[in-house]
């Protein structure tokens, strides 16, 4: 990086992260993968549905037996990206992702895919995704320069984004034409693709160890860094309860779509997609405007309102309103947590990056966790005060935060990025 003179913020590339050959390849290995795994969200539930022609719990216990194991198994899968070559880790679980997939319309062709076989699969699977994500998460930064680090998280965050509009509809379609099975191979063959690319890759050296020596070293030293330093601890906080309570919407949305809002199939198709409009807007406004010096008040204000919008839709009764304020709570979600994962990239130390990323991506999966008590509030109060609730909490901590953490309070992207403190005190 160019020297420059204290307080002038030294421009970056035109095209951000996207102007390293190294990241392109990265990005495009991030889109065949997630187009793959799109196939795969919409496949399954139609298998377990349709072809084996099992009730609605059944789905529930499939996806539970998904995400479980990726809950489990992030936080020692941070201990593998930190303690072994994560590029490696990236090639060796995404590959053996690309064969399991492969192997599950093999068994659907020769007749041998029951329910139990699905659940078996669906547990592999989660465990194979748990160990690729802290480790992914850990090569990136090696791939750029950290000036352009909000671009690169932006980046990847629109693949998901643009992809829950854009990939549940082509899967869909193509589901229709090639048959269920058939769409398991093409998940196969996005993880596969991505996989060689991510083998390709040549990312730079790890960082020297920045603890002392003599310093215990485990799988729980993550832990003991995250509840150590309270800028971590208030920023996977809002993570955590953005998954918990704040998501719970997207598991009680067929009952808003049907017995609320009285918009059947195709009015929950443009409720998911105004979610996923803002999700890619919020995105964009990141990568184009950022976040600068007031990125930690930036974020905690979009937190907040991320909570009033998700109880405001809980208060709806008219779909214009309804999807209006699913599309500001998609936009200002996806500003704070790119702006939360940014100041914890930027802020973590190399030898401890896949260990925080870890646990990081951990919380997105208990989404799962947290629709089981938001399910039970709405049996006994109704969706719409459980989801208020949800979003009410979210915002509630979100001002716990700004009074608690100055650390995070005081967050300044533009300092980190020119290799000074993040924030006051670091």
């Known amino acids: 990086m160019s020297a420059s003179s204290p307080g002038t913020v030294t421009p970056g590339p035109r095209w951000g992260a996207l102007s390293y050959p190294q990241f392109q390849r990265y990005w495009i290995a991030q889109l065949c993968r997630v187009l793959g795994l799109q196939f795969r969200i919409i496949a399954l539930p139609w298998l377990v549905s349709v072809e084996l022609d099992r009730s609605p719990i059944w789905l529930g216990i499939v996806a539970l037996a998904g995400s479980l194991p990726t809950i489990v198994f992030s936080v020692p899968a941070g201990v593998l990206a930190d303690r072994f070559n994560d590029q490696k880790v990236v090639v060796y679980s995404q590959g053996a992702y690309a064969l399991t997939a492969l192997a599950l319309p093999v068994l659907i062709f020769a007749g041998l895919a029951n329910i139990w076989v699905v659940i078996a699969w669906s547990i592999v699977t989660g465990i194979l995704a748990a160990l690729g994500n802290p480790a992914q998460q850990s090569l990136m930064p090696r791939l750029i320069e950290m000036r352009v680090m909000p671009s690169a998280v932006a980046l990847s965050s629109m693949v998901w984004s643009s992809m829950r509009i854009i990939g549940p509809a082509a899967a869909g379609v193509l589901l229709a034409v090639i048959g269920t099975a058939e769409a398991f191979f093409v998940t196969a063959v996005g993880v596969g693709v991505g996989t060689l690319l991510m083998a390709s890759l040549k990312p730079r050296p790890r960082g020297l160890s920045q603890r002392a020596e003599g310093e215990r070293d485990d799988m729980w030293t993550g832990l003991r860094y995250i509840f150590g330093h309270r800028l971590f601890l208030a920023t996977i906080g809002l993570s955590f309860f953005t998954s918990v309570f704040g998501m719970s919407y997207q598991f009680l949305m067929p009952v808003f779509a049907n017995d609320i809002l009285d918009v059947g199939e ?29 990125a930690g008040v930036v974020m905690i204000a979009c937190a907040a309102l991320f909570g009033l919008f998700i109880a405001g839709f809980a208060a709806s009764r008219a779909m214009p309103l309804s999807m209006g304020l699913l599309f500001l709570a998609g936009f200002f979600s996806a500003m704070y947590l790119n702006i939360g994962m940014t100041a914890l990239q930027m802020a973590v130390p190399d030898d401890l990056r896949g260990r925080v990323m ?19 509030v709405a049996e006994v109060l109704g969706a719409p005060l459980s989801v208020a609730l949800g979003g009410l909490s979210v915002s509630a901590f979100a001002l716990f935060v700004f009074f608690t953490s100055p650390e995070l309070r005081h967050v300044d992207l533009e300092a980190a990025a020119e290799g000074r403190p993040a924030t006051a005190g670091t």
Do not use: D, Y
């Open 358 to 376: 870890g646990v990081w991506s951990m919380t997105w999966f208990l989404a799962s966790v947290g629709a089981l008590p938001a399910g039970a």
């Open 266 to 294: 195709v009015g929950f198709g443009m409720l998911e997609a105004a979610t996923g409009l803002g999700s890619v807007l919020g995105t964009v406004a990141i990568i184009k405007v950022g976040a600068g010096r007031h």
